[in-house]
């Protein structure tokens, strides 16, 4: 359950279409789910407004798909895998017993579990990119926000190259109510944004680019630098950290 969900049983409890014993059976559920190699915290929907997510780096096929049946046992109808390759993903789906959808997105690596919900933030998250290259990064965070309940627009390969590519779109980032830039490189897109838009930029950085780019350290000092106001910053290719940040800014 999440804190909309918990809204929507509140509210029918008032109505009397629920009766409060059994609304209180629903939300006295334990709070903690033991499977043997993780500890699922229930909870989290009701505390933050988004239930768990599961980081599948390291983890096995086996322990995502029993993670996916716990938490849509529990209730969570939908259920977000992270940094999951295509072999683990297809092994998962086959592993999963509790016959809720999977979707796999491979050039995000991002494995979706009962599919994405209608949209309920304020306004648009736009993400940007700069380059083609940086595509897989900027998936993963329009796909996070799309997840988490955001209208999202991509705008792709804009990068400072080629400043006019990016011009063609000020009024499309005029208009969002939060802008995700990605870049590697030198990663001058976030500042360049920060610049045309009155609302929040989140910038990140991305790996991609020759030897002095250090794996994207070049481009996260320059975002960190930005001397556009209203620029925040989160970690290398943490595509998921900037839409999970954008979609909270957009449901307030």
């Not at 359950?1 to 109505?15: G, I, P, Q, S």
Request: proline share 3%; charged share 15%.
């Amino acid at each position: 359950m999440d804190k909309r969900e918990l809204e929507e049983l509140l509210a029918r409890v008032a109505a009397g279409e629920v009766a409060p014993t059994s609304a209180l059976a629903r939300i006295q559920a334990a709070p903690v789910a033991n499977v043997g190699f993780a500890e699922l915290d229930l909870a989290r929907g009701v505390r933050q407004g988004a239930g768990e997510v599961i980081y599948g780096e390291g983890k096995t096929a086996e322990q995502i798909a029993g993670i996916i049946d716990a938490l849509e046992g529990a209730g969570q109808a939908h259920v977000l895998a992270t940094r999951v390759s295509a072999e683990k993903a297809r092994c998962a789906a086959e592993l999963v017993t509790s016959g809720i959808g999977l979707e796999y997105h491979e050039d995000a690596r991002l494995l979706v579990a009962g599919g994405m919900p209608e949209p309920t933030g304020a306004g648009t998250i736009v993400v940007a990119c700069a380059g083609t290259s940086d595509l897989p990064v900027a998936e993963e965070a329009a796909l996070t926000a799309e997840f988490l309940g955001n209208r999202v627009e991509r705008v792709v390969d804009v990068g400072v190259a080629g400043l006019h590519r990016l011009l063609a779109h000020a009024e499309q980032l005029a208009a969002a109510r939060v802008v995700i830039a990605v870049a590697g490189m030198e990663g001058a897109l976030a500042s360049v944004i920060g610049g045309l838009v009155s609302c929040p930029v989140i910038a990140v950085p991305t790996s991609v680019g020759y030897g002095a780019n250090l794996g994207g350290v070049a481009a996260l000092l320059s975002m960190l630098n930005s001397c556009a106001s209203g620029v925040s910053v989160v970690n290398i290719d943490n595509g998921f950290g900037a839409g999970y940040q954008a979609s909270l800014i957009n449901h307030v």
